[in-house]
T-cell receptor, first 115, second 114 residues
Framework: DVKVTQSSRYLVKRTGEKVFLECVQD?????MFWYRQDPGLGLRLIYF???????EKGDIPEGYSVSREKKERFSLILESASTNQTSMYLC??????????????FGEGSRLTVL | GNSVTQMEGPVTLSEEAFLTINCTYT??????LFWYVQYPGEGLQLLLK?????DKGSNKGFEATYRKETTSFHLEKGSVQVSDSAVYFC?????????????FGQGTRLTINP
């Protein structure tokens, strides 16, 4: 059974703290993504990676960074958390299929509250 | 840039009612189109997809047809069940930086009452 696992379902952090969100996939997928989900805004892409040590900015990268040291693991880092980063964070992965968009497999999400 | 617009929710229906959730898109080129579903407390999962004009995606009684002339991909089901209560997201593919990413609509929350 394919699986994308996010390390924490719920986190509460304080403004200014450094936050790590971890994501691991067991499907040997090349592509990995971090989205945030907010009511009325849908999913917005923060960063993605199409290979180990490669990263590309998505639509809303400000205030975030990522790390991909191993193929199966993609971490999202909030260097100094702020209240406007309170959100649901979704990790996803997909196979590289050239010009064809592969199916995204999602984790269950990490709900982050910044106080 | 490429974008997706869904009908606003929430949508509330009775069991066995007919469902339509509208989705229109703006894109250059020929994207693939998707519907994802998010059940309560779970991550998103693919419901159906269509990769070219006039294709029909179908799954679990849901259908959507890729209409290039109206730039639409409306989701339909003939008879909904309580278990269909979820949030539905329309999405399109966008080729960028050597990879395919998905651009999502804002989501439509569907509640089915018994």
């Amino acid at each position: 059974d394919v699986k994308v696992t996010q390390s924490s379902r719920y986190l509460v952090k304080r403004t200014g703290e450094k936050v790590f969100l971890e994501c691991v996939q067991d499907m040997d997928h090349e592509n990995m993504f971090w989205y945030r989900q907010d009511p009325g805004l849908g999913l917005r892409l923060i960063y993605f990676s199409y290979d180990v040590k490669m990263k590309e900015k998505g639509d809303i990268p400000e205030g975030y960074s990522v790390s991909r040291e191993k193929k199966e693991r993609f971490s999202l880092i909030l260097e100094s958390a702020s209240t406007n980063q309170t959100s649901m964070y979704l990790c996803a992965s997909s196979l590289s299929m050239g010009l064809v968009a592969g199916e995204l497999f999602f984790g269950e999400g990490s709900r982050l509250t910044v106080l | 840039g490429n974008s997706v617009t869904q009908m606003e929710g929430p949508v509330t229906l009775s069991e066995e009612a007919f469902l339509t959730i509208n989705c229109t898109y703006t894109a250059t080129g020929y994207p693939s189109l998707f519907w994802y579903v998010q059940y309560p407390g779970e991550g998103l999962q693919l419901l159906l997809k269509a990769t070219k004009a006039d294709d029909k995606g179908s799954n679990k009684g849901f259908e959507a047809t890729y209409r290039k002339e109206t730039t639409s991909f409306h989701l339909e089901k003939g008879s909904v069940q309580v278990s269909d209560s979820a949030v539905y997201f329309c999405a399109l593919s966008d080729h960028i930086q050597g990879a395919q990413k998905l651009v999502f609509g804002q989501g439509t929350r569907l509640t089915i009452n018994p």
